[in-house]
């Protein structure tokens, strides 16, 4: 099968079968640890778990990434503003997590972006900011291996022009250009979810844990329910991991108390525009009073954001108010020569960060570094970090686990282990003309499929061999192909028509309708994979728009109650009864 690693142990799929499958050695089978939470660090956490010889099973109440972990602002970074914290630790960790992950681990997901640093004082800030940048770079080299991205280098106002037109000459002085990455988030994951799978761990998403299993004080596995039928059962685990970002404290008080580490949550906001309302070859950074601001190049548009605000309201379905969106225009626009309104706005989406809790309630003060603790025996909790530094969180994560079992477990080796679709990616890539010539595909789409699949673009390529009419472009959607939609439905672990038009694809945020006028044709193409009824498709398509009519309320709401409050208005994703 395209995908299997060399080592042959499975096979990466994450279907409808797999799932059955899944759930029914979850009801039967002891597991050495079980992970609650299917974000980065869930999937990271199963992942190696799994490559160090463990047997694993992962649970994910809702979808896949479908918390933080798909709504953030889709960079892999170091923290450049972290270095005024003087945290050079978390930095230097960041930037060698973001070389080995553009390098080694999924450089088909993971890719260099540059961003420009607009400066107001000739001087001062220039050197300021220089030496920032410079020590920015040099944290990016560790045990002699190559940073890879390009070294930063200072620009005149000419010359920043010339990478940035849209910026108003009066606003800056010069600026300096460096690099980052850039990932779809939420895509990363579920390669990390499939590539935990095809190492053996067994995998659910719209499953519950609703409770812990005890012999005394250990905590000896979970209750869970699967929330498309309606069933319940046990998971037996020698470890339990709860990675569960901003509810953290609520899986803790199913085991009795929320213990010494509590997580608040802070909510971001992100603004989507057309890619011609600004004229720039290059990301920016700006400086705002309390934060940082980026405008980041995505496909054929920017993303713009984020806000940094405290958020104790739904967790589920955090609302944008027209009040963030306020801000963030605001604030983009004092340095743009034609101003953004909200008539250039085609998408927004807003996100929550698990924040550790600090001596002060400003959440942009609070910790970003992670804790891993043993609230009970048995139970291994880890919360806090970010999303570059994912993959660290999950080795000590683990590295807890095998604490906590008889034996000795192997040491961590995920800095070695290529996400599915990275091995042979570069030697595909320099084929992709023979690719489109082979399929019929312009070469653009084959590149397309590559920056999203890497070399599992075969099962898509033979998906469309065996069904031409996949090869077509959605309605309404065209930079996606309607084999996609099969795709995330046979292979990807997509339950509902949300879960490809907000996370497998970006439909819900890069089109104008937000993805109403694609949702029946997308529905369409899932419903034979799903076992849907007529009635089944017809649900999907009036949960969508109706979620999408309450996101669209929301934002023109003036404060954040009155925005959850329209947001909670949409009715919850219906269960099916298919496989």
């Not at 709504?71 to 930095?91: A, C, M, P, T, W």
């Not at 213990?259 to 906001?269: D, E, L, T």
């Not at 998408?347 to 550790?356: F, I, M, N, Q």
Request: charged share 25%; aromatic share 6%; net charge neutral.
């Amino acid at each position: 099968m395209a995908g299997s690693p060399v080592t042959g142990l499975g096979s990466s799929r994450l279907g409808p079968a797999e799932r059955a499958e899944a759930l029914e050695r979850m009801a039967r089978v002891e597991f050495d640890v079980v992970v609650v939470g299917g974000g980065i660090v869930g999937a990271g956490a199963a992942l190696d778990a799994a490559t160090r010889g463990l047997s694993v099973a992962v649970v994910e109440a809702r979808d896949f990434a479908s918390g933080t972990s798909s709504r953030s602002s889709k960079l892999i970074h170091g923290g450049l503003r972290y270095l005024e914290q003087y945290n050079f630790d978390l930095v230097r960790e960041a930037l060698t997590e973001r070389g080995l992950l553009m390098q080694r681990v999924a450089p088909h997901l993971v890719r260099p972006v540059p961003f420009l640093l607009p400066t107001t004082h000739r001087v001062w800030e220039r050197g300021y900011f220089g030496a920032g940048v410079a020590l920015y770079d040099l944290l990016s080299f560790q045990m002699g291996r190559t940073r890879g991205v390009p070294r930063h280098r200072h620009l005149t106002r000419r010359g920043a022009l010339r990478l940035a037109p849209s910026l108003r000459k009066d606003a800056f002085t010069g600026a300096i250009q460096y690099w980052d990455a850039q990932v779809d988030d939420a895509r990363y994951v579920m390669m990390v979810l499939r590539t935990a799978a095809e190492y053996g761990a067994q995998i659910a998403s719209r499953t519950q844990c609703v409770g812990f299993l005890r012999e005394g004080e250990r905590v000896t596995g979970l209750r869970i329910r699967d929330l498309e039928s309606g069933t319940d059962a046990k998971v037996r685990a020698k470890q339990v991991v709860n990675a569960t970002g901003v509810w953290t404290d609520d899986i803790q008080e199913l085991v009795g108390g929320r213990g010494q580490i509590h997580v608040r949550a802070s909510k971001g906001i992100h603004l989507v525009v057309p890619k011609d309302r600004i004229h720039s070859s290059t990301g920016i950074i700006l400086r705002t009073e309390k934060s940082v601001l980026f405008v980041i190049p995505w496909g054929r548009h920017w993303i713009i954001g984020t806000t940094d605000t405290a958020w104790d309201l739904d967790k589920v379905h955090p609302a944008a108010s027209r009040a963030d969106i306020d801000y963030v225009l605001e604030h983009v626009n004092r340095v743009l020569s034609t101003p953004l309104t909200h008539d250039d706005v085609e998408g927004v989406y807003a996100g929550l960060r698990p924040l550790l809790v600090g001596e002060t309630d400003e959440t942009s003060k609070l910790s970003r570094e992670h804790v891993v603790a043993h609230p009970v025996p048995g139970l291994v909790l880890v919360a806090g970090g970010k999303y570059t530094t994912y993959r660290v969180m999950a080795k000590d994560a683990i590295d807890a686990v095998a604490h906590g079992l008889d034996g000795k477990v192997a040491e961590s080796c995920t800095d070695r282990v290529a996400l599915v679709g990275a091995d042979g990616y570069p030697a595909m890539w320099n084929s992709r003309h023979r690719l489109a010539a082979r399929s019929g595909l312009h070469v653009a789409r084959v590149e397309h499929l590559l920056h999203r699949y890497g070399t599992l673009v075969d099962d898509l390529l033979t998906l469309i061999a065996e069904r031409p009419d996949l090869g077509k472009p959605l309605t309404g959607a065209d930079d996606y192909l309607r084999a996609e939609v099969v795709y995330a439905a046979t292979h990807e672990g997509a339950r509902h028509l949300n879960d490809v038009l907000s996370r497998r694809t970006r439909i819900s945020i890069e089109t104008w309708d937000r993805g109403v006028g694609v949702a029946r044709e997308a529905a369409e193409l899932m419903a034979p994979v799903l076992g849907w009824s007529k009635k089944q498709t017809d649900r999907e398509v009036e949960y969508y728009s109706k979620r999408i009519e309450a996101e669209r309320d929301s934002q023109n709401e003036l404060g954040d109650q009155e925005a959850d409050a329209r947001r909670r208005g949409a009715p919850e994703i219906v269960p099916t009864t298919g496989p």
